[in-house]
């Protein structure tokens, strides 16, 4: 299993629905994870942390299932703002800093 | 306004030059890190310094060089030994060396013909 696994889509969806995305994760001792977006050409930037069973943010619900290793992504009432590829990370246990990224989940929301 | 920069926006250089690729941050933070992303791949790291006059090797450091000199600068060398060095370069920085949210630049697009 790789590190970090994506589904790359793209997810077209409509707006004003609800989009999920996993991730799973090889590493079982990973006890943190993050959701960043990026936008077309620019910078990752961080849009949900998740260090227990899950968070919420608004719209945004991320999950994690231990058992599995896999976290996910949810959100509702997709705007068309939130296209964008989302990236899944995990950070490497023993070495204090390095993240490894998945390659990420592109989102299409349209009219 | 804190943040992070990196300069240029688009870099364009013949093979065999070496190119540095500038990135400054003011947020205090400690740690900085650079990173390149290729189409269809996750980023992936170069190098990293979790203090001043620090760094180390990040998962693909060959045909690359950094420095850190001062807290709020983080250069890095693309050498001419580095085999595919066409890529988007991003630099980040987080507030301690066992921070996990790291914040980028708007990173360097670099293209060697």
């Known amino acids: 299993r790789k590190e970090v696994e994506q589904d790359p889509g793209p997810f077209n969806v409509p707006e004003g629905a609800t989009v999920a995305f996993n991730c799973t994760y090889s590493?079982?001792?990973?006890?943190?994870f993050f959701w960043y977006r990026q936008d077309c050409r620019k910078e990752p930037k961080l849009l949900m942390s998740?260090?227990?069973s899950g968070n919420e943010d608004g719209r945004f619900t991320a999950q994690l299932n231990r058992a599995s290793q896999y976290i996910s992504l949810l959100i509702r009432d997709s705007k068309l703002s939130d296209s964008a590829t989302y990236l899944c990370?995990?950070?490497?246990?023993?070495?204090?800093?390095?993240?490894?990224f998945g390659t990420g989940t592109r989102l299409q929301v349209t009219l | 306004d804190g943040g992070i920069t990196q300069s240029p926006k688009y870099l364009f250089r013949k093979e065999g030059q070496n190119v540095t690729l500038s990135c400054e941050q003011n947020?205090?933070?400690?740690?900085m890190y650079w990173y390149r992303q290729d189409p269809g791949q996750g980023l992936r790291l170069i190098y990293y310094?979790?203090?001043?006059?620090?760094?180390q090797k990040g998962d693909i450091a060959e045909g690359y060089s950094v420095s850190r000199e001062k807290k709020e600068s983080f250069p890095l060398t693309v050498t001419s030994a580095q085999k595919n060095p066409t890529a988007f370069y991003l630099c980040?920085?987080?507030?301690?060396?066992?921070?996990?949210?790291?914040?980028f630049g708007p990173g360097t697009r670099l293209t060697v013909t």
């Open positions: 590493n079982s001792a990973s006890q943190s």
């Open positions: 998740v260090y227990s």
């Open positions: 947020l205090n933070h400690d740690a």
């Open positions: 990370v995990v950070p490497n246990t023993g070495t204090a800093s390095k993240l490894t």
């Open positions: 980040a920085s987080s507030v301690q060396g066992d921070s996990y949210e790291q914040y």
């Open positions: 310094s979790q203090i001043v006059n620090d760094f």
